[in-house]
């Protein structure tokens, strides 16, 4: 079956410390994204990326960083730049950046700080 | 300002009435509008989309899309206790990616 895997399902976060969230899609699609969701609130927007080897700054870029070595992958890293970590995070991707193209969601990632 | 405003909710309505809910957006260049539903701990799953000015119909799901207002609409019709989620509104502009709003919890109460 196609689709966005994301993982871990849930992480925790200690004082200081940097940690990876990997998101795996299998549906050739060229653009990734990678977006943050508080509670109550709506998704913002970290980074994305249109193409291999690049990728641009969202929303909220401070305190993350992303890379996208190969078309299917596009893991995030929060740094310990980030000081308010908690939050949900979803990855999605779609055929191509930008215009009148819909999204498709991983299952989303909980972090939290120990 | 926020550039996607919604009513945070919660809308309550009883099973089999319409819902109604409502989404309004800053930027007039927009060009594309989507509503998507998330249940608790869920992402999001597309459900409508519209582009052109006026009512588009997806089953119970209508989606309705005002430029010159600056206003775009979701009624749920025959509302059941299945429908009871978040319901975001996103919309996209040029060549950004998806603002959205921060949701409106539907309840439909049995």
């Known amino acids: 079956d196609g689709g966005i895997t994301q993982s871990p399902k849930y992480l925790f976060r200690k004082e200081g410390q940097n940690v990876t969230l990997s998101c795996e899609q299998n549906?050739?699609?060229?653009?990734m994204y990678w977006y943050r969701q508080d509670p109550g609130q709506g998704l913002r927007l970290i980074y994305y990326s249109q193409i291999v080897n690049d990728f641009q700054k969202g929303d909220i870029a401070e305190g993350y960083s992303v890379s996208r070595e190969k078309k299917e992958s596009f893991p995030l890293t929060v740094t310990s730049a980030q000081k308010n970590p908690t939050a949900f995070y979803l990855c999605a991707s779609s055929i191509v950046g930008m215009i009148r193209e819909k999204l498709f969601f991983g299952s989303g990632t909980q972090l939290s700080v120990l | 300002q926020k550039e996607v405003e919604q009513n945070s909710g919660p809308l309550s309505v009883p099973e089999g009435a319409i819902a109604s809910l409502n989404c309004t957006y800053s930027d007039r260049g927009s060009q594309s509008f989507f509503w998507y539903r998330q249940y608790s701990g869920k992402s999001p799953e597309l459900i409508m989309f519209i582009y052109s000015n006026g009512d588009k119909e997806d089953g119970r799901f209508t989606a309705q899309l005002n430029k010159a207002s600056q206003y775009v609409s979701l009624l749920i019709r025959d509302s059941q206790p299945s429908d009871s989620a978040t319901y975001l509104c996103a919309v996209q502009g040029g060549r950004r990616a998806l603002t959205f709003g921060s949701g409106t919890r539907l309840q439909v109460q049995p």
């Open positions: 549906l050739n699609h060229d653009a």
